[in-house]
């Protein structure tokens, strides 16, 4: 099931950006986001209202957990939204080349956590992971740009010279590597694999309106064509959560982390089906290599 769920949540993810790039282009990256978050807690609200999922912990849960479950359920919403606008600056400031392996690679972070607190995994799971990470990197670089992304990255980390967003994609990076780690080791045990995603989301929605509000950027609701993608970005991003959590509950964080990080490679296969962009031969082998990895860690 931890690979099901891992699969799903890239799919997901993947099909999640392809909408939000449109709704991007026409309201804007940011509005665009707090509008996101707002319709997905709106829809996740609804699920929990009306669904008898057994994996979908009771509401009453929330009052039953502990002082130091909330702690953390709390800490996941608030590592959430700054990697998340730590990734979103990332991309307005630097090189989409430089930032976007970097903010891909938050994985390598969650295996190393989940290791050290006592995960095991299989040889041939783990050669399997080291080679879907390499993949992901190889497929998420735009074209003609890995030499140019790793010199710029290299003179980042050597002090010489700091390109502009590096310093976002890390902290985007070392966020979501956290997280992820929160949520498998310190939440999904006490709260399931739904609720926190709904409480990750009430967080987000709340200070992000907030935030608005106070720089005088209420967002204004959108007309027109723009709800369908919208609406689907939002019920697509907000399954890809909950498959991921849901995962995570499974015990095997890495794995599952590793593959729900693929949506960077669906999401560049999703372009080159439908939107006509042209992949180099290093991004096939990057898919390539995706799927080598994949197949290893099912085995």
């Not at 970097?102 to 994985?107: D, G, L, M, V, W």
Request: hydrophobic content about 60%; overall charge positive.
């Amino acid at each position: 099931m931890a690979i099901f769920f891992g699969l799903l949540a890239a799919f997901a993810w993947a099909g999640a950006d392809f909408f939000a790039r449109q709704v991007a282009r026409r309201i804007g990256a940011y509005r665009a986001f707090v509008l996101m978050q707002c319709v997905g807690l709106i829809l996740l609200s609804l699920y929990l209202s009306f669904a008898r999922d057994p994996h979908a912990t009771s509401l009453a849960a929330l009052w039953a957990a502990t002082r130091r479950d909330w702690r953390w359920a709390l800490a996941a919403g608030l590592l959430n939204i700054a990697a998340s606008l730590s990734l979103y600056r990332a991309f307005a400031v630097g090189k989409l080349a430089l930032v976007t392996p970097i903010s891909a690679s938050y994985p390598a972070l969650t295996v190393v956590l989940a290791l050290a607190s006592g995960e095991r995994l299989k040889t041939t799971a783990g050669c399997g992971i080291g080679i879907v990470l390499a993949g992901v990197i190889l497929a998420v670089v735009p074209r003609g740009n890995l030499a140019n992304s790793a010199s710029a990255a290299w003179r980042a980390r050597s002090g010489t010279a700091m390109e502009r967003g590096v310093g976002w994609a890390l902290a985007a990076a070392l966020g979501f590597g956290v997280l992820f780690w929160v949520l498998g080791f310190r939440v999904t045990g006490a709260l399931g694999g739904v609720l926190p995603v709904w409480v990750i989301r009430l967080m987000g929605a709340t200070l992000l309106l907030t935030l608005a509000l106070r720089r005088r950027r209420q967002p204004v609701l959108p007309r027109g064509g723009i709800w369908p993608p919208l609406v689907g970005s939002a019920l697509l991003d907000t399954t890809a959560f909950v498959s991921n959590t849901l995962g995570l509950t499974t015990g095997h964080v890495s794995v599952v982390t590793v593959l729900a990080s693929l949506f960077g490679a669906m999401a560049v296969l999703l372009a080159w089906l439908f939107l006509g962009e042209r992949l180099s031969g290093r991004q096939w082998l990057g898919i390539v290599m995706i799927l080598a990895g994949v197949a290893l860690v099912s085995i």
